[in-house]
């Protein structure tokens, strides 16, 4: 059974703080990315990663990086919170099959207030 | 790049009703089409999938329907029931050595006893 995880259901942080969000997954699955999920406007893209050590942006990187210096484990970053970052974060992950398509699986979401 | 919409964002039904969810893509190289379904306070979950090469996919009381020359694809639910209710996704993919996914922006199904 897959799971994914997040390191906080819920966080509050203030304007101009670093913020981390963590995701951890357990099956091994080359694919990671993070979400970010606002009434509305459904799930958007901030980043994704295929490997360790690699990195793309995806369609809301400004504001946001990412590290990936282990296989299982997917941080997000806020380098600067702002209020506009108040937001659910989605974590997710999926297995790499060539010519396959593959599930995603999902974490259960951290909810960020930035105050 | 792609663009993925979703309608309608607020569908109410009573139970045993059908429900229709609709989603339009722009870029004529997506291939790959699911659905997510994710309940109050849960994770989004997969509750079906279709491929380019097929125009239509059951599994018990959900289907989905592809339409390429109109870019379209739609998810049927059949006799609904409470536990149907939910947000769901639509999304589109082009599959680019890895898997990237565009989501519409949801649909809220309230399905009343």
């Known amino acids: 059974d897959v799971k994914v995880t997040q390191s906080s259901r819920y966080l509050v942080k203030r304007t101009g703080e670093k913020v981390f969000l963590e995701c951890v997954q357990d099956m091994d699955h080359e694919n990671m990315f993070w979400y970010r999920q606002d009434p509305g406007l459904g799930l958007r893209l901030i980043y994704f990663s295929y490997d360790v050590k690699m990195k793309e942006k995806g369609d809301i990187p400004e504001g946001y990086s990412v590290s990936r210096e282990k296989k299982e484990r997917f941080s997000l970053i806020l380098e600067s919170a702002s209020t506009n970052q108040t937001s659910m974060y989605l974590c997710?992950?999926?297995?790499?099959?060539?010519?396959?398509?593959?599930?995603?699986?999902f974490g259960p979401g951290t909810r960020l207030t930035v105050l | 790049g792609e663009n993925v919409e979703q309608h309608p964002s607020t569908l109410s039904v009573q139970e045993g009703d059908s429900a229709v969810i609709k989603c339009t893509y722009s870029d004529s190289a997506s291939n790959y089409f699911p659905w997510y379904k994710q309940e109050l306070g849960k994770r989004p979950q997969l509750i079906i999938d279709?491929?380019?090469?097929?125009g239509e996919k059951k599994d018990q009381r959900i289907a989905v329907t592809l339409n390429k020359t109109a870019k379209h694809f739609s998810l049927h639910i059949t006799e609904t029931q409470p536990e149907d209710s939910a947000v769901y996704f639509c999304?589109?993919?082009?599959?680019?050595?890895?898997?990237?996914?565009?989501f519409g922006t949801g649909t809220r199904l309230l399905v009343s006893p």
């Open positions: 997710a992950s999926s297995l790499v099959a060539s010519g396959l398509y593959n599930e995603q699986f």
């Open positions: 999304a589109a993919s082009i599959r680019v050595g890895f898997q990237k996914l565009v």
């Open positions: 279709i491929r380019s090469n097929v």
